[in-house]
């Protein structure tokens, strides 16, 4: 079974350019999660899909971050300006059911892209 | 905003030694416990998941709950080099997972 694929692994950008970062979750998974991780710190939630719907997007920076995830399969997240806080590595996951088993199942997350905003 | 707390680390650990990992969460509602393991520069993996009162085992690991003191530990037996990386505690929490920052396991040969 294929696992969770993002790209692109790596990015550096300067401030105030754009950037998008593009996740293909587990074949079947209902659910896609969106983290941010700041070395040093656990996971950040910035969003979450249930099929193509937004189920948790209340740690997004709306004013710079967009996500999508069109046909409920793969997804994208943009982030436009960026700014230096920005850098982190950007996680993609997915689990089968998600919001309808409470949250309370695995996630398995794809390799992440490093983004460095210069 | 739930919370799930961690001792950052490092702790280092001799070879062949137990490594004991502990995680406390303050939704007394949370239902469902997990840990992951994070070697540097990579993505986190599942080790194993706990919901019910008490230990659970899987090889090395034991996975230990008790949700009256809102606490959940991790041990790793018999030590091994591979086995040092940051430990990720997630807990459920409102239909999402919380996580703490992590412990440092570093496993001394």
């Known amino acids: 079974e294929a696992g969770v694929a993002q790209s692109p692994r790596y990015k550096i950008i300067e401030k105030r350019q754009s950037v998008a970062f593009w996740c293909n979750p587990i074949?079947?998974?209902?659910?896609l999660y969106w983290y941010q991780q700041i070395l040093g710190q656990g996971p950040k939630l910035l969003i979450q899909?249930?099929?193509?719907?937004?189920?948790?997007d209340s740690q997004l920076p709306k004013d710079r971050f967009s996500a999508e995830r069109l046909k409920g399969v793969d997804s994208t997240l943009k982030i436009q300006p960026a700014k230096l806080e920005d850098s982190a590595v950007y996680l993609c996951?997915?689990?089968?059911?998600?919001?309808?088993?409470?949250?309370?199942?695995?996630?398995?997350f794809g390799p992440g892209t490093r983004l460095l905003v210069l | 905003q739930k919370e799930v707390e961690q001792n950052s680390g490092p702790l280092s650990v001799p070879e062949g030694a137990i490594a004991s990992l502990n995680c406390t969460y303050s939704?007394?509602?949370?239902?469902?416990f997990f840990w992951y393991r994070q070697y540097s520069g990579k993505s986190p993996e599942l080790i194993m998941f706990?919901?019910s009162n008490g230990d659970k085992e899987d090889g090395r690991f034991t996975a230990q709950l008790n949700k009256a003191s809102q606490y959940v530990s991790l041990l790793i037996r018999d030590s091994q080099p591979s086995d040092s990386a940051t430990y990720l505690c997630?807990?459920?929490?409102?239909?999402?997972?919380?996580w703490g920052a992590g412990t440092k396991l570093i496993i001394k040969p």
């Open positions: 939704d007394r509602g949370s239902q469902s």
């Open positions: 899909f249930q099929n193509n719907g937004v189920v948790d």
């Open positions: 706990i919901y």
């Open positions: 996951a997915s689990s089968l059911e998600g919001y309808s088993s409470g949250g309370r199942e695995t996630q398995y």
């Open positions: 074949s079947g998974h209902a659910t």
């Open positions: 997630a807990v459920d929490s409102n239909y999402q997972l919380i």
